[in-house]
């Protein structure tokens, strides 16, 4: 036998990684005493535990304290004792601290990443080399961003106590995404890890005594549901950042409602795997093993659709199949080992069921000819190919091993099937052509593309994705913005509407009698309902009548909305010379508007607010082309292009308080970054948005870009907030409106901002620029790799 021949007949033989360490830490530890709160081990307080087990034998490693509400309210009062004077602390202070926890957690790397594989079941490859390591870097990065943050984020404080709760794919790693940029705000923490993997999470509180991390600035909580629950509904606490499916994120979107609690939420995914005909076949083969079977498929942004063009399909395939086969299942302590065990039975349970019903529904499954462990919650990767787009494989979150195929002709095609889901978190584009890999990402709904590559992280990068993957970001510059607040200056209360008295007396004749209509896809229309509204003057006097919009107006507008392509596709520098004359002709008819306000107001700064309005318009015309996106650079041969870009369908409830300034301040930023706009002015006084109408028509806005309902405040905003077609709301109306509107949005998860039944001082500087820009623009991270 020569050379060659022995180097073809050689097998991998055993690696096994020693457990010893991980086993005496085990054996060493009280877990009936597991929560870590106000700096010391407690058990719970109705003495509850749960168990932990083994994922690849189903042995128990422990029974862990199971936290109560009573518990929750501890950790709570803890986190808010400490609050005052961490959020005090310099950043300097703050910086020290993460550091030392980054340095602590860098010495016992090894130990955390036996117990993470141990407990979870992922293969030790990747607890050691990528979990255990990019949790370091999170900390270590976030410590300067703490010392930097009053340079960088100037009149931005953290904002309180946050509530975190994280799942069980990635323990270790969601922790530090979570409690690294936390610390760094000057934010006090309640984390409760999944009942799953418990295990890194309470050795991570050891570290956080080692480190120096003052009592009551980080407390963890093992438990279920309940103790989840009592951290969502807590009173006292100030935000909430979750990770998990996105049927639970959207129950807690409806539990925070009216709340005023900031939100994040890290949800599902069905991240499509794009290879284009000129790809690297073999890489492209290699990154799709990183994409699925990467943690067993157990991955939110798990590049589970792969979508090839027809000619390379057969080829791809082919290769794909041999890949397959040569992927290791088995013990996730065996260094070569692939493809560990599904973290408990329930999760193997759903994922047989899933490829079961998926072939029935016509996929074709392939598995490759392999045996699995006697013990543990093993599935073999399986191929699912003859997928139709509707099918469940190609639609549902299957978290576990299982890779749906589908074919497309064109780019157009790819696009569209690639877009063809609920979900939004990732992509992943393979092309020789960075041309087309560049033309591809931006139309991709997704928060983070990957240009020939996958599952790529850093803690400087932005994570987060659109639609029902949630909102919000983890890493990077913008997900230290979760943690922060800037505190906008606050107007009155805003009271429910009472239906409106009719005016005692009709305006002085002359006049040719005119009802405004609505204002749809660029035309004036009627109402559907052909029912008005009668507006008054602030003497009590006839001013004019209004169309009053229902629900089909709302579906039209958000229809037009959505059919206008020019606006958001237009540069920014066209958005911009757009607003400025719209900002010109609204000044030629100042004296008109002021007029207007003035007899509806009675306000005597009514000319004032004109200009304010015509300012406002003027900002946001010079700001759309430079409110830019930034390139991140990770510590890998890569560049991340960190993209703004416009929400989509906004829909905007304006306030009775500023009419006019109100409106525009609200209109201005989100047709700034690109969006198109369904906007209902203030039911007391919109005659001022629909005298708007004329000078928008010539204007050279394109129709659809903006679209004007008049009606009833509460009413309208309940339409929009429910219409899966529209992206972000922005509500300014009566607390029980704001809260209503929040709870309804669950339907696509769609951003919501309310002013929590509160106007702002739109006459503030504070009330623009920056603070709106932020929330009209998603942030998509792109990773474009580079060299040989």
Known sequence: MNILERYHAMEYGPAPEARTEADAWLAARDFGKALFIDGAWKAAASGKTFDTSEPSSGKLLAKVSDAGAADIDAAVAAATKALPKWSASSGYQRAKVLYAIGRAMQRHQRLFAVLETIDNGKPIRESRDIDVPLAIRHFIHHAG???????????????????????????????????????????????????????????????CERAGVPKGVVNIVQGGPEAGVAIVNHPGIQKIAFTGSSEVGK???????????????????KSAFIVFEDADLDSAVEGLVDGIWFNQGQVCCAGSRLLVQEGIAEALIAKVKVRMSRLRVGSPLDKNTDIGPLVDATQLDRVKGLVAEGAKQGAVCWQP?????????????????????????????????????????????????????????????WSENINLALHVAPQLKAGVVWVNGTNMFDAACGFGGYRESGFGREGGREGMFEYLAAKLPLGPVIKPATSSAQPVEQSDGGAIDRTAKLFIGGKQVRPDGNYSLAIATAKGKMAGEVGLGNRKDIRDAVAAARSCKAWPEATAYNRSQVLYYLAENLSGRAAEFAARLAELTDAKAAREEVEQSIERLFLYAGLADKFEGRVHQPPARAVTLALHEPVGVVGIVAPDTAPLLGFISLIAPALAMGNTVVAVPSEKYPLLATDLYQVIEYSDVPAGAINIVTGRTAELAGVLAKHDDVDGLWLFADADTCAKAEADSIGNLKRVWTGNGRSLDWTSDEAAGDALLRRAVEVKNVWVPYGD
């Open 251 to 269: 129950i807690i979107r409806k539990a925070t409602a009216g709340s005023g609690k900031k939100l994040s939420l890290e949800l599902g995914g």
């Open 145 to 207: 961003w703490a010392q930097a943050l009053d340079k960088d984020f100037p009149g931005h404080k953290g904002v309180g106590v946050v509530g975190q709760i994280i799942p069980w794919n990635f323990p270790l790693l969601m922790l530090a995404w979570k409690i690294a940029p936390a610390l760094a705000a000057g934010c006090t923490v309640v984390l409760k890890p999944a009942e799953f993997t418990p295990l890194t999470a309470i050795l991570f509180a050891e570290i």
């Open 369 to 429: 000819d392999a045996a699995l462990p006697s013990s543990g919650y093993y599935h073999l990767p399986t191929l699912a190919t003859g997928v139709s787009p509707a099918n469940i494989l190609a639609q549902e979150e299957v978290f576990g091993p299982v890779l749906a195929t589908m074919t497309f002709r064109n780019t157009e095609e790819a696009i569209e099937l690639a877009n063809n889901t609920r979900y939004g978190l990732a992509a992943s584009v």
